[in-house]
């Protein structure tokens, strides 16, 4: 069994993974489920024999020995392919050949070739994986985004500096205009939105060796028990759990 292991791109978390059990839970990103070969997988008790899609803000329970889960922007460039795969349908398996080998996979910088077959069978770009762009027009929200992403691969930037009046003086709009024009591009509203990239940065501060109270704290949250609360929601297991997941032999 390797070591788990955590990439996080723009619109993309890619996690390898052992011994997931999550709890029913829901959140923002769309979802991609591939096992490997000879692995139970369970999503809300049913065997999972192929690659599968869950849409935005389904509520799921996964059981999974080994494989991977990936977690993607509903409005970036695959998000929206993914969604052209649902046909309507809040999540849908697809006959794709399970993953077969992970041992190179320990600290890889460039997983495309790992995720190369899933992608083929899927007619997805994997491309998208590293240069995963949003489909969002506005200028002024693409902005916005892109000092977000700056957390990924940097210092985070610290979310008192993200309340929506002081957001939307820097684009030069009324908060009202700025909620209303966030989520009309989105599909979300600002607060949400921000919450679900506050884990994300807590994710970050995770991989990088961060205790659960330091990860609270970087990303915004009162204490560690606040954050592991809001994580149980989001991705239906603690945050300490999550740490142990990704440090698990």
Not at 167 to 196: D, M, N, T
Request: net charge positive; aromatic share 8%; with cysteine.
């Amino acid at each position: 069994m390797i070591k788990p292991t955590v990439w996080l791109h723009p619109g993309v978390v890619s996690i390898y993974g052992s011994s997931i059990d999550a709890t029913s839970h829901s959140h923002h990103a769309m979802q991609v489920i591939w096992p490997k070969n000879n692995s139970l997988c369970k999503l809300n008790g049913l065997d999972i024999t192929g690659g599968t899609i869950i849409d935005s803000n389904v509520k799921h329970q996964l059981e999974m020995l080994e494989g991977w889960v990936l977690l993607i922007e509903p409005k970036s460039n695959l998000g929206q392919e993914l969604l052209t795969k649902l046909l309507g349908q809040p999540f849908k398996s697809f006959n794709t050949p399970l993953f077969e080998s992970a041992k190179q996979l320990v600290q890889a910088d460039n997983i495309t070739c790992f995720l190369t077959p899933l992608f083929d069978e899927l007619t997805l770009s994997k491309q998208f994986l590293i240069f995963n762009k949003t489909t969002v027009k506005d200028k002024r929200i693409q902005l916005l985004l892109t000092q977000l992403n700056q957390c990924l691969h940097g210092e985070c930037i610290k979310p008192t500096n993200w309340r929506a009046a002081e957001v939307a003086s820097k684009l030069a709009l009324s908060e009202s205009r700025f909620l209303h024009l966030f989520s009309k591009e989105l599909g979300i509203s600002w607060r949400p939105y921000l919450l679900w990239r506050r884990i994300i940065c807590a994710v970050q501060a995770m991989i990088n060796s961060s205790s659960a109270t330091d990860a609270a704290y970087v990303a915004g949250f009162s204490d560690s028990a606040h954050l592991s609360r809001t994580f149980r929601n989001n991705f239906g297991m603690t945050i300490r759990q999550a740490i142990a997941l990704f440090k698990k032999s």
